[in-house]
């Protein structure tokens, strides 16, 4: 059972453009959820981080959007860039429950020059 | 500073032997984390130690899996009589104290159960 889904495995956008990844979940009582960016043979590295009690938190060219209602979330790189290729993990936790998190399968991001 | 640190890098053993890998996470983190990626998925939370509080092991797939914490310092997993499903990136993370807080990644140990 699936609690945190990226049903996009692989996006392809060019250098300059918007990448828009796509999160969903189904647990109610997840109430943080973060993006992590993952080169191969590195660990996965924080990107930005979102509270339940927002719908929109931005940092330099990452932006994270919360639609609660619709239990989904995504995350904006405007604009693309070479270096943004990467593995991108959406993961979500319930604070009362401890802090573990909870990820997606990932979505593979090629930014292309 | 120095961020999170895992050894070994990488690991291949035999199936039915019994491995440990290590994780020494930032100073001063509190929670420490580990998680496993298997090829082409997402991370698996496995267990979660958090200051003297006894530690979360709700993730753990089966018995042959432990982990211990020295204090706020060191913790080891391991896995015992290994099996080939066991084969995946064991990643550890730390992060300070309470919810929310951002957990920093080390660059995991690769295991290959043979």
């Known amino acids: 059972d699936q609690q945190v889904k990226q049903n996009s495995p692989s996006l392809s956008v060019q250098e300059g453009r918007i990448s828009i990844l796509n999160c969903d979940y189904t647990n109610s009582m997840f109430d943080y959820f973060l993006w992590y960016k993952k080169y191969p043979a590195e660990g996965p590295t924080f990107l930005i981080s979102?509270?339940?009690?927002?719908d929109k938190n931005e940092d330099g060219r990452f932006t994270v959007f919360l639609n609660k209602s619709a239990k989904h979330l995504s995350l904006h790189i405007v604009p693309s860039q070479p270096g943004d290729s990467a593995v991108y993990f959406c993961a979500a936790s319930a604070r009362a429950a401890g802090n573990k998190l909870t990820f997606g399968g990932g979505t593979r991001v090629l930014v292309k020059p | 500073g120095a961020g999170v640190s895992q050894s070994p890098s990488n690991k291949v053993t035999e199936k039915g032997k019994d491995v440990e890998l290590r994780c020494d996470p930032i100073s001063g983190h509190t929670a420490l984390y580990w998680y496993r990626q298997r090829l082409g998925q997402g991370l698996e939370f496995l267990i979660y130690f958090q200051g003297n509080s006894a530690p979360d092991k709700s993730g753990l797939p089966s018995d042959r899996f432990s982990a211990e914490r020295t204090g706020e310092s060191v913790s080891t997993l391991t896995i015992q009589r290994t099996q080939q499903e066991d084969s995946a990136v064991y990643l550890c993370?730390?992060?300070?104290?309470?919810?929310?807080?951002?957990?920093?990644f080390g660059p995991g140990t690769r295991l290959t159960v043979l």
């Open positions: 993370a730390s992060s300070l104290m309470g919810a929310g807080s951002t957990q920093y």
């Open positions: 979102i509270s339940s009690i927002k």
